[in-house]
Nanobody, 122 residues
Framework: QVQLVESGGGLVQAGDSLRLSCTAS????????MGWFRQAPGKEREFVAA????????DYGDSVKGRCTISRDNTKNTVYLQLTNVNSEDTATYYC???????????????WGPGTQVTVSS
């Protein structure tokens, strides 16, 4: 079974950018749609971004549109998330997962990684 591990989290200053990575082991994700989700303390898990296996379609959550770029390198079995102009509301644990579009047009995740913590300081 594929295991996903996120990295790149930490403390960032408000207004700065961050780049997270999600690397898969134990199998390939090159034919899978992948996504990023996040969960802030006391809040439900929130969809951030998703990308199809070939990168042709990318979707973003409303809270990050215009500031976020999801990308992937299938040769490295890795998915990336770049977020610019971060603010305190971006503080959360960020998770990588296989992403599936629901009939409602939302996204759900499966096969979660352990997550990486991002804290934005002002």
């Amino acid at each position: 079974q594929v295991q996903l591990v996120e990295s790149g989290g930490g403390l960032v200053q408000a207004g700065d950018s961050l780049r997270l990575s999600c690397t898969a082991s134990g199998g390939t994700i090159s034919k899978d749609s992948m996504g990023w989700f996040r969960q802030a303390p006391g809040k439900e898990r929130e969809f951030v971004a998703a990308i199809t296996w070939n990168g042709n379609i990318r979707d973003y959550g409303d809270s990050v549109k215009g500031r976020c770029t999801i990308s992937r390198d299938n040769t490295k079995n890795t998915v990336y998330l770049q977020l610019t102009n971060v603010n305190s509301e971006d503080t959360a644990t960020y998770y990588c997962a296989h992403a599936y579009r629901t009939l409602l047009g939302t996204f759900r995740g499966d096969d979660w990684g352990p997550g990486t913590q991002v804290t934005v300081s002002s």
